[in-house]
């Protein structure tokens, strides 16, 4: 067995419903996770919610509801879209569970053990939006004046006892590892601010909390309860059995990568390696911060009103293309705009007029003028053995660029392939050739549905759904990579009599609507 691939997400904020960036995001670990199961490994796949903190009070609060009630209400909507979207995770955490209290509390006494934790009293700026402290010198001034962290959310004077962990301790073995591990922060930019930020001295943090009881209470330190990072950031060691479960912990643990927001890499690369090396736990292999997504080039917000609801884009326009959209358009690592006629124009121009196509037409004329029998051999011709060297590279360079994280790159080079298909099936006009050659239409035909398979095989990452149901048509059961590059099963299939049905389109072509066109 190849080795254990063990991805996460964020844990989402439950004080809202789930937006385009939390979908974003869990498309975008889904297809890396299905992509690691093509490749053989025993994959862990977590996502969840986070609900603890300030913020999740004040905005039960606001709603005048139970903190918790708000919290089962809103993680329902999380647990809903993931699988609205097909996201294939194996562990939906939550961090109201009373096993991750116990992990919480478990990591909190190995960081105590290690004389890590001490009790002082905080006093500073907080941003509940990012559920941050900030020190005055990152702070930047409002048009009112007010002060604003550096993501530009309002700060608020805070002073109260706290635990304090020693991050301050952790500055240089921190910095020694970055430079040993330079694949640890992904992409090159944010692992140069990260850089400069430790680089720039750590002032140690403060860890829990006393104005507020909503929160994983402190090992015997009545009032207090951690700081919301703290717990959250140990979902990702409680969701695979810490402390108690240790043979599931050790085959998953530490985390191959951590797929993240860019706006929580600090959290992710500097205060949880911190607590890690502290509690004497190995150090996840990667964290990526991915960029954000923009509507229309905008910032998307309350205030602004111009929240789109990922479910609703689901709905309107497939699973699969919004999937296939937000991968390809979005340069893995960077900000990313959307819009319905970009999600449009994609998922026609690549899905629905070529791969979809190009099936559409193949498989139904088989289905039609074979009686569904797979192609004979027939008269080949140099043209087809090109063909599928052509499709064979496109798929591979896909892979080698999906294996890096270069998501949209991938997805370029498969096109590739798709393409050569479209201009065989036109050059060699297989329809032409029924009665004119016969025998060399069964041999175009057949090199068709070999290039199809390996092409639906390799994009199903992205769009397991249609994907899944272009290849139940050729009755292809295993998908894994190795398969995809098995040339010996168009003969193994044809041999046991598999009959190709008429098919129904899979990519149905998308009409924009009047009300989507931009202003
Ligand atoms: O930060 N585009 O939760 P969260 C892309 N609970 N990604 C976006 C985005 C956008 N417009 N907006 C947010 C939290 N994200 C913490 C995480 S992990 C131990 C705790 C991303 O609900 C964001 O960067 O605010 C983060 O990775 C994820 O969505 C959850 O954000």
């Known amino acids: 067995m190849a080795k254990p691939f063990y991805i996460t997400t964020a844990i989402h904020y439950p004080n809202g419903r789930p937006h385009i960036g939390h979908a974003y995001e869990m498309i975008a670990a889904d297809a890396i996770a ?43 909507y999380f647990h809903e879209i993931a699988d609205a979207l097909d996201i294939s995770y194996d562990r939906f955490i939550r961090t109201v569970e009373p096993e991750h209290y116990a992990a919480s509390q478990a990591i909190w006494k190995a960081m105590e053990e290690a004389g890590d934790l001490y009790l002082d009293r905080y006093e500073g700026w907080y941003s509940v939006r990012d559920e941050a402290f900030y020190e005055e010198k990152e702070l ?109 912990f050790e085959k998953y643990w530490p985390a191959d990568l951590h797929l993240i927001g860019k706006d929580i890499v600090r959290f992710h690369t500097v205060y949880w390696p911190a607590f890690l090396m502290s509690a004497k736990l190995p150090l996840p292999a990667q964290v990526f911060g991915h960029g954000f997504v923009l509507n229309r080039g905008e910032k998307m917000s309350k205030s602004t009103g111009n929240i789109v609801d990922p479910k609703a884009l689901a709905e309107r326009y497939g699973v699969d293309a919004l999937r296939y959209f937000l991968l390809r358009d979005i340069s893995f690592g960077q900000d990313g705009s959307f819009s319905a006629e970009a999600i449009v124009t ?98 175009v035909l057949g090199t068709l549905v070999r290039a199809i398979r390996e092409l639906a095989i390799t994009i199903e990452p992205v769009v397991p759904g249609s994907a899944g149901k272009m290849l139940d048509q050729l009755g292809v059961t295993d998908r894994s990579h190795e398969a995809a590059e098995d040339d010996g099963w168009y003969e193994r299939q044809k041999a046991t009599g598999f009959k190709i049905a008429p098919p129904t389109p899979i990519f149905p072509r998308l009409v924009l609507e009047e009300a989507e066109e931009p202003a």
Not at 34 to 40: D, H, I, L, P, Y
Request: aromatic share 10%; proline share 5%.
């Open 346 to 443: 994609r998922a026609n121009a690549d899905l629905s007029n070529s791969f979809g196509n190009l099936a559409q037409r193949t498989l139904s004329f088989i289905a039609k003028n074979l009686g569904g029998e797979m192609p004979d051999a027939g008269r080949g011709d140099p043209a087809d053995q090109a063909l599928l060297d052509e499709v064979r590279a496109a798929c591979r360079a896909f892979r080698a660029a999906f294996e890096t994280l270069s998501l949209s790159q991938a997805l370029d080079s498969w096109m590739a392939g798709v393409f050569a298909c479209n201009q065989y099936i036109d050059a060699q006009a297989p329809w032409a050739l029924r009665k004119s050659d016969p025998d060399r239409m069964h041999a």
């Open 140 to 248: 930047t001034e409002g048009d009112g004046g007010q002060k604003l962290s550096p993501q530009g959310t309002p700060v608020e004077w805070t002073s109260e006892e706290t635990w304090f962990f020693r991050l301050s301790k952790y500055q240089q073995p921190l910095l020694d590892f970055y430079r040993a591990n330079p694949d640890f922060i992904r992409p090159e930019s944010r692992r140069n601010e990260v850089l400069r930020f430790v680089e720039g001295g750590l002032a140690d943090l403060s860890v829990s909390r006393t104005s507020f009881d909503w929160g994983v209470p402190v090992p015997e330190s009545p009032g207090h309860v951690m700081y919301v990072w703290v717990d959250a950031l140990t979902n990702y060691i409680s969701g695979i059995g810490y402390p108690h479960d240790r043979a599931q």
């Open 34 to 76: 299905r992509f690691q199961r093509q490749a053989g490994r025993d994959v862990r796949f977590q996502t969840g919610t986070d609900e603890h903190g300030l913020k999740m009070v004040q905005t039960a609060r606001g709603r005048d509801m139970d903190v918790r009630a708000l919290a089962d209400e809103m993680s329902g």
